[in-house]
């Protein structure tokens, strides 16, 4: 095999690649291949804008740690963490939504129970928050897991602010035995995924904006039903439509109603879908 050229290369490679035990395997690198050899044919990349890409995915790597997943952001800006969910979790109608996960997740939030205020400090204006979780027949979801995770009124997770010791705007809480939640946090407001990376410079030299439009995300999990990871999105925010990760959907979209008081209330019911 000598004397390859540009057409003659790529099914040199994906002959390298046919013994791959994994059938799975197999489909995947094959198709990658494919793809980003016709992408380097198409555009006709020079060596100079290879080697640019290859500095733009090291230092991708370089600021990426058990905090910072510059990769997941690239993958949310590019629309693939979307296209993903969107062919993965088609749940029949309805079933709410599915959306992102986002990078701010973090495994281990404190537990609280119903009627707590999981803003634990963090800046913001209060609200309550309550629904319920069913199931598609309306039968309650009692004693469902829902990990709640939002920003505070700056538009940062706790794991965004450096000094923090501790969880602020994250929690575990459990329905009750009629599938109904409630608890106190801060207003969700927009803000800006981190641009201050490659991923940032990305969305700079492409005249995009990082603003995501204010929501708070659920992961919500339970017996006998598939789990679902959401976010609720604040009804009037100004970026709905240009949400810099592509993750809206108008089902998820609900308002935080203002209460004399000044404080604020959403409500808001996740249908779940059950295991076959
Ligand atoms: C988030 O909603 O937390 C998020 C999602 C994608 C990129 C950045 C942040
Ligand atoms: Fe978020």
């Known amino acids: 095999m000598r004397n390859l050229d540009q057409n003659t290369i790529t099914d040199a490679v994906l002959a390298r690649f046919a013994d791959t035990p994994d059938p799975r395997l197999k489909t995947i690198i094959t198709s ?19 080697e640019k890409g290859i500095d ?13 997943h510059e990769f997941i ?25 599915a959306t992102v996960f986002g990078p701010f997740h973090v495994e281990g939030a404190p537990h609280y129970e119903l009627g707590d205020d999981i803003a634990n400090g963090a800046a913001g204006t209060p609200c309550v928050v309550r629904g319920t979780v069913r199931g ?3 039968e ?17 997770y706790d794991v965004q602010h450096p000094d923090l010791d501790h969880a602020q705007a994250r929690g575990i809480l459990h329905t009750d035995d009629q599938g109904r939640f409630h608890f106190r946090s801060v207003v969700a407001v927009p803000y800006q995924i981190p641009h201050d990376g490659p991923v940032g410079q990305l ?4 005249n995009r904006h990082p603003w995501r439009p204010a929501h708070l995300h659920f992961k919500i999990d339970a017996p006998g039903y598939e789990s679902l990871i959401t976010h609720v999105f604040r009804n009037g925010d100004p970026w709905l439509d240009s949400d810099a990760v592509f993750g809206v959907r108008e089902s998820l979209v609900a308002d935080w109603v ?9 409500e808001f019911d996740f249908v779940l879908n059950r295991k076959d």
């Open 32 to 50: 990658l291949v494919r793809h980003l050899h016709d992408f380097a044919r198409e555009v006709e990349l020079t060596e100079a804008e290879w």
């Open 56 to 68: 733009f995915l090291t230092r991708v790597g370089h600021i990426t740690d058990d905090k910072r």
């Open 73 to 97: 952001l690239l993958s949310d800006v590019l629309g693939l963490s979307m296209l993903t969910v969107a062919m993965n979790q088609d749940k029949p109608r309805g079933c709410t939504e």
């Open 136 to 138: 598609l027949d309306g």
């Open 140 to 156: 309650p979801v009692a004693n469902a897991r829902m990990d709640v995770w939002q920003s505070d009124h700056d538009g940062l």
């Open 203 to 206: 969305l700079d030299a492409t």
């Open 258 to 266: 203002e209460q004399d008081d000044g404080t604020y209330l959403l």
